[in-house]
């Protein structure tokens, strides 16, 4: 039997009901309601809640929810149910399904279980009680760890700070018999405060988020539940409505975006490569080898020249040497992957992807062998490739999406690389234009006057820093406020992604604040340039322009502002 996303199963005095609601298994005012309706009409001696399919419970919404029983609701049901309440867990367990998992009365966890509570990486704090319960379960001090960093624990690790009370390939049948620990009395307050204290000084962000996360969990040293239940309600409702949740909701959004590849690629079902081969000598090519290197790929390495093949040895080195010092691979695991690199052309014209430094072959002179050509910073009629400052991301030109096959496995060979890729239009040249854009205001506001202390006062206090060396004035000081100065910032860089957009460079306005805070360290909590200027209006936005132009062109108006306004569009239309 079973209602609205939950099933339930008598299994002789047990009651198990699991959460059946999707591959991640929502936990929406429906199953929420269901569930309560369940735990209050039990004829049973022991309940067990656990999740359908591969995952407990793992979805995230990023939209407030405000929808009645909320997650507090659940949550002090199965807290205050007749009878024992035990989650069996496994797969991902995340966000508001660890928030439940904290409210049962003990918790059983299959060996592959994650467990991560990632508000913060919204600019959230956690809901349902779990500021007060996790510290109760495992400490202030871990509990302040795992809320602040949002990182997932795995099951071992979460056995062995008491998040979970034991671990079983068949974490539903061990759930039916584990024993339940007692109540678990609030711990000292002193122990609460001092680990508050603490996390106020190491903490680096200067997120709201996380300061009314450690108010929350102090609160709960200091307050009654049913006070500190409001307290924590009230800090998340406040946050929701926060300018940083709004950009962080966005920086997801577009993740998602830019991870959707085109409909004809995705029919494809694309597979990574287990091999690439590399063609000249350039410094981004070992980037490109140690990342394939790290993920198991073999890489063949055609070098034109002796001297080019040992600079491009000699840069891997410097590398690999790099991670060795930062204890991030070992020597032997170092000589493993290095095994796997070969040198020559004959072993490298089989691998299926191609990475060229320069033009390569023509496409219409190649067979059609199946593989992908991609050519660093692009050539006429061929994938194009920039990899970004972070090498955490890149740019991908594609051919207008006639070669499904070919872009199907450069992405997905990118990604076994842990590189995201951008799928751009023409050449890969966005985020090149985009940050030469928001120099040059930098620089023209450094020539009008500006000091380089309020310049970089101004972008440090929004959570950038000024990219490079400035000009010296050819003006007297001048003053400026430290908004102005970063609007008039973001407002280049917006306004070249609107020209880049009207010619088919950047695909849609999220794809711009993607690369920028994947690649070039804009600050995640601030959304992205597109998302500011989406913030500020479209007329605030031309007007400022139109303002900025008498004095650098940089801050021209893009004729895209213009349409925009005119057919009444707002900027995340274009998203699609």
Do not use: K
């Amino acid at each position: 039997m079973g209602a609205a996303g939950v099933t339930a199963e008598r299994q002789g005095q047990v009651l198990v009901l699991r959460l059946a609601s999707g591959p991640s298994n929502e936990l929406d005012a429906e199953v929420r309601a269901a569930l309560i309706d369940a735990l209050s009409t039990l004829d049973c001696d022991r309940v067990v809640l656990a999740g359908s399919g591969a995952t407990f419970s793992s979805a995230i919404s990023l939209e407030p929810d405000r929808a009645v029983p909320s997650l507090a609701d659940l949550c002090a049901a199965v807290e205050t149910a007749p009878v024992p309440v035990i989650a069996a867990l496994q797969g991902l367990v995340m966000g508001p399904g660890a928030e439940l998992a904290v409210a049962a009365h003990a918790r059983v966890a299959a060996p592959g279980t994650r467990i991560a509570f990632p508000e913060v990486a919204l600019g959230l704090c956690p809901e349902g009680g779990t500021s007060l319960r996790l510290p109760r379960l495992i400490g202030a001090r871990a509990a302040l760890d795992l809320l602040l960093s949002g990182r997932a624990v795995n099951a071992m690790a979460a056995q062995d700070m008491g998040l979970v009370d034991s671990l079983a390939a068949d974490p539903v049948a061990a759930a039916a018999m584990t024993p339940i620990r007692p109540v678990l009395p609030p711990r000292a307050a002193g122990e609460t405060l001092t680990a508050c204290a603490e996390a106020r000084r190491l903490r680096s962000s200067a997120q709201a988020a996380a300061e009314r996360i450690i108010a929350c969990v102090e609160a709960a040293a200091m307050l009654p539940p049913e006070a500190h239940r409001a307290f924590e309600e009230v800090a998340r409702e406040d946050l929701e409505l926060s300018p940083e949740t709004r950009a962080l909701r966005s920086a997801v959004l577009a993740e998602r975006r830019a991870a959707r590849l085109p409909p004809a690629v995705a029919r494809l079902r694309p597979v990574a490569a287990d091999a690439i081969a590399l063609h000249g000598s350039a410094p981004m090519l070992a980037g490109l080898a140690r990342r394939a290197l790290a993920s198991g790929m073999a890489v063949h390495w055609h070098h034109p020249s002796d001297a080019a093949r040992q600079a491009s040895l000699a840069a891997l080195d410097h590398a690999e040497a790099a991670e060795v010092r930062a204890g991030r691979l070992t020597p032997g695991d170092r000589d493993a992957q290095r095994a796997r690199l070969t040198e020559g052309s004959a072993q490298a014209s089989a691998a299926p992807v191609q990475i060229h430094a320069g033009p390569s072959t023509p496409r219409s002179l190649r067979s059609d062998t199946g593989q992908a050509h991609l050519v660093l910073g692009g050539a006429e009629g061929e994938l194009g490739l920039a990899l970004a400052p972070s090498l955490r991301t890149c740019e991908l030109a594609v051919l207008a999406e006639e070669a499904p096959r070919e872009i199907g496995l450069a992405v997905a060979t990118l990604r076994r690389m842990g590189l995201s890729s951008i799928l751009v239009g023409q050449r890969p040249i966005l985020g090149q234009r985009l940050m030469a854009a928001g120099e040059t205001a930098l620089a023209q506001l450094a020539r009008l006057g500006v000091s380089q202390r309020l310049l970089a006062e101004a972008l440090g206090d929004f959570g950038a820093r000024v990219p490079m060396e400035l000009p010296e004035a050819n003006a007297p000081m001048r003053a400026m406020p430290p908004r102005e100065i970063v609007n008039r910032w973001l407002a280049a860089i917006a306004n070249e992604g609107f020209r880049l957009l009207d010619r088919g460079v950047a695909r849609r306005p999220s794809d711009v604040d993607c690369l920028l805070v994947a690649g070039y360290s804009f600050p995640r909590w601030q959304g992205g340039p597109m998302h500011q200027a989406e913030e500020r209006g479209l007329m605030v936005l031309r007007h400022d322009l139109r303002l900025w132009s008498q004095e650098h062109p940089v801050w021209a108006p893009a004729s895209l502002i213009d349409r925009l306004i005119q057919d009444g569009l707002r900027i995340s239309d274009l998203d699609g």
